[in-house]
């Protein structure tokens, strides 16, 4: 076998290596194909008998399987061919039956509804966290069809996340994700958002709204995910955060009364520290009302400095001595 220069390891799992090579008959293995009745004869006749070039066959690199191309396979070693052209595919096993599958329904001769629905329900088994409209195209099939077969599969199949067609994970109970998207931030503030959607199985968009959520210090799922009679749990509260306490300072009325203090207002101590009070106490019904128009890339280093002028405050006030 003339094989190319580039070899399985230079590259990630799961691509058609660009180059054509010609590979002997006898070092290929038949097809682990969704055809349930084999290969059809009369369709192997009319490709040998065809003169122009016919195109190159897929193989799995790892053990040289057909995945696509039975048919022209079979129709060279009729026509007393030794040697024929191939693409191969560097992948898993299941990767390549999907491959093979979409092969099939995307040209040459097409696979019957039987053969289909099968392949499908294979697929299923195997690659449950595929999402049921990523399986139907693959299969050339709907994706209610689909959802049949999942419902219909013995077994564990059941993901917390699934993988579309176009390549996002997506989880099946958004609510969970957020929560544990808002656990994520809680223990790892400094986790980027594709870290925290990573994790959490959601989107990066939601990743950013549950983290501007909890630095605004409100719950990270919004009324609308949280049904009535669902069991789930609850958002877990940083001990010194906000809604810790079982009532809430009013700090704005507190800095009203401070400022019509005489002490503080005719002094020029007193004037300062008013300012500095003025200036760096936020409510989260303020910070909510920026929260949407602060950039991503700033919100840890808010964060930062957030815990930080807390942690002064804090030493102020045990300084003082006051509760």
Request: with cysteine.
């Amino acid at each position: 076998m003339e094989r190319s220069s580039s070899e399985p390891g230079d590259r990630e799992s799961g691509f058609i290596g660009d180059d054509v090579v010609r590979v002997r008959l006898d070092e290929l293995a038949a097809a682990d194909s969704p055809r349930q009745q084999g290969v059809d004869f009369g369709h192997v006749r009319a490709l040998a008998e065809v003169e122009d070039p016919l195109p190159p066959i897929l193989v799995h690199f790892a053990t040289m399987r057909v995945i696509d191309g039975m048919h022209r396979l079979t129709a060279a070693r009729l026509a007393g061919r030794t040697h024929i052209e191939v693409r191969f595919f560097h992948g898993t096993t299941t990767e390549a039956f999907r491959l093979g599958v979409q092969a099939n329904v995307s040209h040459g001769l097409p696979l019957s509804l039987a053969d289909r629905k099968s392949a499908a329900a294979r697929i299923v088994r195997s690659q449950p966290h595929l999402s049921d409209r990523a399986i139907a195209l693959s299969a050339g099939l709907a994706a209610a069809t689909v959802a049949s077969l999942r419902a219909q599969a013995q077994g564990p199949g059941a993901a917390g996340a699934r993988t579309g067609a176009d390549g996002r994970v997506r989880p099946l109970n958004a609510a969970r994700g957020r929560l544990v998207a808002g656990e994520v931030i809680a223990e790892r503030p400094d986790a980027t958002l594709r870290e925290i959607a990573q994790v959490a199985g959601i989107s990066i968009a939601t990743a950013q709204d549950v983290r501007r959520r909890v630095l605004a210090g409100v719950d990270p799922l919004p009324d609308r995910l949280r049904p009535a009679g669902e069991d789930l749990p609850q958002p877990r509260a940083s001990p010194n955060g906000p809604g810790s306490a079982s009532e809430r300072t009013d700090v704005t009325r507190l800095i009203d009364t401070l400022r019509r203090d005489p002490s503080l207002r005719y002094s020029d101590s007193g004037r300062l520290l008013l300012r500095w009070l003025e200036s760096r106490v936020v409510t989260t019904e303020q910070w909510a009302e920026v929260a949407e128009s602060v950039p991503p890339h700033c919100l840890v280093s808010i964060a930062k400095v957030a815990r930080e002028c807390a942690r002064t405050w804090s030493d102020i006030a045990e300084t003082i001595g006051a509760g």
